[in-house]
């Protein structure tokens, strides 16, 4: 019986240890931070992050179009009133924008 017993759980372990699969990847949580479009002005102006986060400015005016405009040429995009726009920064440094359609309307990412 011992014997029996031996062997089934001998060939209980062989078959775990062949059909075991690779323990999966841990993935990085995506991080997310917001920059509201509040009537005419972005909110926070400036907003600092790490890198690898996901920006995503929304514009929550109500019947104003604006835009997220780098002024390096990186990104542009027009936000309809309620739309949203996303964009992840991978590498270090200061990233200013503004709005095409209201020029006083600055702000800055700032990714470390």
Same mark, same amino acid.
């Given at each position: 019986?011992?014997?029996?017993?031996?062997?089934?759980?001998?060939?209980?372990?062989?078959?775990?240890?062949?059909?075991?699969?690779?323990?999966?990847?841990?993935?990085?949580?995506?991080?997310?931070?917001?920059?509201?479009?509040? /009537? #005419?002005?972005?909110?926070?102006?400036?907003?600092?992050? @790490?890198? +690898? %986060?996901? *920006? &995503?400015?929304?514009?929550?005016?109500?019947?104003?179009?604006?835009?997220?405009?780098?002024?390096?040429?990186?990104?542009?995009?027009?936000?309809?009133?309620?739309?949203?726009?996303?964009?992840?920064?991978?590498?270090?440094? /200061? #990233?200013?924008?503004?709005?095409?359609?209201?020029?006083? @309307?600055? +702000? %800055?990412? *700032? &990714?470390?």
């Amino acid at each position: 019986m011992r014997r029996v017993l031996s062997t089934l759980l001998g060939v209980v372990l062989l078959l775990g240890l062949t059909t075991a699969q690779a323990a999966p990847t841990p993935r990085t949580p995506t991080v997310t931070k917001g920059v509201a479009v509040v /009537n #005419f002005a972005f909110m926070p102006k400036t907003l600092r992050i @790490m890198a +690898g %986060t996901t *920006v &995503v400015w929304k514009n929550t005016t109500a019947t104003t179009t604006h835009t997220t405009t780098s002024d390096t040429g990186l990104w542009d995009r027009t936000l309809a009133p309620g739309a949203t726009f996303r964009r992840t920064f991978s590498t270090t440094g /200061n #990233f200013p924008y503004h709005c095409t359609i209201h020029p006083s @309307m600055t +702000g %800055t990412i *700032v &990714v470390r």
